[in-house]
């Protein structure tokens, strides 16, 4: 997989992590 790819790929998951921890609480 392109390097950029897995960058862009890791911000969306933690984005999308930070957002249901913070719905959650």
């Not at 997989?1 to 609480?25: F, G, H, P, W």
Request: charged share 30%; net charge positive; glycine share 0%.
């Amino acid at each position: 997989m392109n390097e950029r790819v897995k960058q862009v790929a890791s911000a969306l998951v933690d984005a999308i992590q930070k957002t249901l921890t913070e719905q959650r609480v």
